[in-house]
């Protein structure tokens, strides 16, 4: 079965590059935890949808320089961070947009009910390694993302929710223990934490994306 193949495969990339995609992506992810609490503490903690102007900023860094050192290592070349680093700020501008449109539709799903928000997360999977791989714009990446998940409804659906699954238990662990004030350093990295296992449904994404596009192969 792919959903397993992609699942099996991304398990072993992730365990065995660990250290690199730590040493990739952390340096992004603790100020963006630092700037979410920052904006907690200034606007409440009702106002849920603040938070996300933190992750406008850097989820689109740490995504797209993941998905680039993904692809570089498939093809055997090592890039070094600072190169990842530079050509995620490249598409940042683009990024930035597909994250704010995917997220205000992922939203609406959601607030209509669990499976019009689970198909629409189902539907724009592809988006990212679209942009980032293909140089599609946003637009055109979530509607190639539409065309390329036909038909893989059940199959990306049980992988995503399956690749989710460690940081939403980390999560509920953590909202359980830590109560609703934390103690600064704790929630910090308690964040940072989430935000890292949340890294792995990137690579398993791009792992079902790359059986689903295979790269262009050179003359």
């Not at 250290?19 to 409440?44: D, K, M, N, Y």
């Not at 607030?111 to 599609?136: I, Q």
């Not at 992988?159 to 699954?165: D, E, K, R």
Request: with cysteine; hydrophobic share 55%.
């Amino acid at each position: 079965m792919m959903s397993f193949s992609a699942l099996r495969d991304s398990c072993y990339f992730f365990s065995r590059h660990l250290l690199a995609i730590a040493l990739l992506c952390l340096p992004l992810l603790v100020p963006e935890a630092l700037l979410q609490r920052f904006i907690e503490a200034h606007t409440g903690n009702d106002s849920s949808l603040y938070p996300l102007l933190a992750n406008v900023l850097f989820y689109p860094l740490y995504t797209a320089a993941l998905i680039l050192f993904l692809d570089a290592r498939s093809r055997g070349e090592r890039p070094t961070t600072l190169a990842l680093w530079g050509d995620a700020l490249t598409l940042w501008p683009r990024f930035a947009v597909l994250f704010t449109l995917s997220v205000a539709l992922l939203l609406a799903g959601f607030s209509l009910y669990v499976l019009p928000g689970l198909w629409l997360m189902v539907k724009l999977a592809y988006a990212e390694c679209l942009l980032t791989l293909r140089g599609r714009s946003p637009l055109q990446a979530m509607t190639d993302s539409f065309q390329l998940t036909r038909g893989q409804f059940g199959g990306l659906a049980l992988s995503l929710l399956a690749a989710m699954l460690p940081a939403w238990l980390f999560d509920g662990l953590s909202a359980y223990g830590l109560g609703p004030q934390p103690p600064l350093a704790l929630d910090l990295a308690c964040r940072t934490v989430s935000s890292f296992l949340q890294l792995f449904p990137t690579v398993v994404t791009y792992r079902l994306f790359m059986l689903r596009l295979p790269p262009p192969t050179q003359a």
